[in-house]
């Protein structure tokens, strides 16, 4: 498909050699191609005109006449010859234009999707008011308001690559010149328009500026899906950095080049290069039994970091106003009966004393209570991710990150809400003292709590598994200490 490059060289071209041209008559083979005006309507309009000037706006290109203009948009397979008016007329030569020295300018449209129509000024702006291009965004090929368009894709939960495609955000690039803009500011086309921020749209607009000019000086670019005219060959294409370049080493670090489809459109990538950017990281928390969550929670939001907890949103759950509180009771009596019921539950309220009693001594029970609280909990954690996604997008402008700490986030699987994992752990001697003096238990059932959750070694090799991002955080010595390791899994973040 022609883009601005393209568009732009036919327009020289064509400048170059038809202006001052007088139309003697027109052929119309294909009317279908005129939009909101006929065949006879389109011939008076233009038979007698000379032809003064061009202009381009975006892929449209506008012929410009003594009383009117011409608008031609080439879509998919569009192209422009010049030939004598005796010259056999082809195939798909739809609309001719022959002048008074017996030549002749040819639309030629393979797949027919051109469209042309007249505006009946010759001023640029009357012009600019056109329905296609009143409605177009800045030219991708000058402007330089980043921010404007910043504010345009910070909120669109749709790929940059489908962004930058529709020409109303920016005008101009397509499919081709979109791989090649987003692989030299390394970023990934499946990248969310909200997850974008000002840096990296500051660098598609200076990229998009110095690839199209330079596409331009060489003609454009001649592929097998647009192939020139008006005998110009395109030379853009021997300097294609990603586009059609699957199976080729990429030329900054060597990574095979993949091929993959965004928005329905074939796209060119460097997975290397262009990594799937998300302004905002969410950092599950966990960590073996007493081993020091709360304090790195607490340290978390002193540094004023979105901290969403489990814990809190179970007990709030458990608690006699919550509205899923008859829910799980309801599911829990199917399962248990009354009877284990009353044992817990009773003046509709919970006893979480004597519901724990029940859990620990039983694996299936805890099992049970777990399978009913889990997915709502980690539905109100993923509304609660999205709520705090968008506070933080509307306030600030750079990358940050919200936590969740969830005691048995890898158990209950919460990993998929998570971009990475940090895992706080305790010397025994230490857990095993901790869970003495917080719950008032003696030695040996501290050890049997410790051994009914998963091991420090199990959570790091279900990280490994699944391959998600982790950390170990120790947590046994001072709280400075374990501050200063928290500010530093941050900076690494």
């Not at 003594?66 to 195939?91: A, C, N, Q």
């Not at 900054?252 to 990594?275: A, F, H, L, W």
């Amino acid at each position: 498909m022609p883009e601005l490059p393209e568009v732009e060289t036919v327009r020289r071209t064509l400048e170059a050699k038809i202006v001052g041209k007088r139309i003697k008559n027109i052929e119309v083979f294909y009317e279908k191609m005129l939009e909101d005006i006929n065949t006879k309507e389109f011939k008076k309009s233009l038979i007698g005109e000379k032809l003064c000037s061009f202009y381009r706006y975006g892929k449209y290109l506008v012929f410009i006449f003594e009383h009117v203009s011409l608008i031609s948009h080439l879509r998919m397979e569009g192209k422009y010859f010049i030939k004598t008016v005796d010259d056999p007329i082809e195939k798909h030569e739809h609309i001719v234009f022959e002048f008074e020295d017996g030549t002749s300018l040819r639309y030629h449209d393979t797949r027919k999707f051109g469209i042309m129509t007249i505006v009946k000024s010759v001023d640029i702006q009357d012009i600019m008011k056109y329905k296609g291009i009143v409605k177009l965004g800045p030219e991708a090929n000058v402007s330089t308001d980043f921010e404007g368009l910043y504010n345009k894709l910070k909120t669109k939960n749709m790929p940059v690559k489908t962004l930058l495609l529709d020409q109303e955000n920016l005008a101009g690039l397509g499919n081709i010149y979109v791989d090649e803009v987003l692989f030299k500011s390394k970023i990934h086309p499946l990248t969310l328009g909200k997850d974008l921020i000002l840096d990296q749209v500051k660098l598609i607009l200076d990229n998009s500026r110095e690839i199209l000019k330079y596409a331009i000086e060489c003609g454009g670019t001649t592929i097998r899906s647009y192939t020139s005219s008006l005998g110009v060959t395109g030379r853009f294409q021997i300097n294609l950095m990603v586009h059609t370049k699957v199976g080729q080493p990429c030329i900054n670090c060597g990574t095979t080049i993949e091929k993959t489809v965004v928005g329905g459109r074939g796209t060119y990538i460097c997975p290397s290069c262009q990594k799937v950017y998300k302004k905002i990281k969410v950092v599950g928390v966990t960590g073996v039994i007493a081993s020091g969550k709360t304090a790195v929670t607490d340290y978390l939001k002193q540094e004023n970091y979105p901290v969403i907890d489990a814990d809190e949103i179970s007990r709030d759950l458990l608690d006699k106003n919550s509205k899923y509180l008859k829910t799980i009771v309801d599911e829990l009596t199917k399962k248990w009966g009354k009877t284990k019921v009353d044992e817990f539950y009773y003046e509709g309220a919970i006893d979480r004393k004597a519901l724990g009693v029940i859990i620990f001594n039983d694996t299936s029970k805890r099992e049970d209570l777990n399978n009913i609280m889990h997915p709502i909990v980690k539905k109100i954690i993923n509304s609660d991710i999205l709520r705090q996604k968008n506070a933080i997008i509307k306030k600030i402008e750079e990358k940050t990150l919200i936590f969740v700490s969830v005691p048995l986030l890898l158990e209950a699987k919460y990993e998929d809400i998570c971009d990475y994992i940090m895992i706080v752990s305790c010397k025994e001697d230490i857990i095993v003292e901790r869970l003495m003096k917080r719950d008032n238990i003696n030695k040996e059932y501290a050890l049997k709590k410790m051994a009914s959750q998963m091991s420090l070694s199990e959570k790091v090799a279900r990280c490994e598994e699944i391959g998600i991002d982790y950390v170990v955080l120790n947590n046994d010595t001072g709280l400075s200490d374990t501050y200063q390791k928290i500010n530093e899994v941050i900076k690494n973040i």
